[in-house]
């Protein structure tokens, strides 16, 4: 009996309704997902008005994504020279001078480098911050031109299956 002293015991573990957490992540993904795209299309992304559209373009980003290391990128290889695409801030004190060099890197060394350390490790944060979005734009390239040269592929097919091929006797 329930009674103000004594309320009534919480339901046991099997008398709970069960939610997976797969599902409620999927719903929760798709909520988040449907808000991005009505943002982006009041912003003026008249293309995502599609879902379609959108959920293609979620898809293909998302596998650029999970291709966004170094060995599984085409690009970087065909890149003549890794120092004109990989952003590298080294700092690397030296000097021409035979003479005087050592003397002025050791006041570079002791003086400069104290005073400017703080903007060589803020700039080091955004370049690394940079690098990983340029193999992010790599991937991303990558996935296109996959899917193109599919797409290339595929047209090549249909359109050889719809060109009649001349038969000799019909020439005769």
């Not at 002293?5 to 797969?22: K, M, V």
Request: aromatic fraction near 6%; charged fraction near 30%; glycine fraction near 2%.
């Amino acid at each position: 009996m329930t009674t103000p002293d004594h309320p009534s015991p919480a339901p046991a573990p099997a008398d709970r309704p069960w939610t997976a957490t797969e599902d409620l992540m999927a719903e929760v993904r798709a909520r988040v997902r449907a808000e991005v795209r009505s943002r982006l299309v009041r912003s003026g992304v008249r293309e995502f008005e599609d879902e379609a559209v959108f959920l293609a373009a979620e898809q293909l980003l998302e596998r650029a994504l999970e291709q966004r290391d170094r060995p599984l990128l085409l690009l970087p290889e065909l890149l003549d020279d890794e120092d004109d695409w990989r952003v590298n801030p080294s700092l690397r004190l030296s000097s021409h001078r035979p003479i005087a060099g050592g003397a002025i890197v050791w006041l570079k060394q002791k003086l400069v480098l104290p005073v400017t350390r703080w903007l060589y490790d803020y700039s080091r944060e955004n370049f690394a911050r940079q690098e990983r979005l340029n193999f992010v734009l790599m991937a991303c390239l990558q996935q296109l031109a996959i899917e193109h040269a599919r797409l290339t592929a595929r047209v090549e097919a249909l359109e050889r299956e719809r060109t009649p091929t001349p038969d000799p006797e019909a020439r005769s």
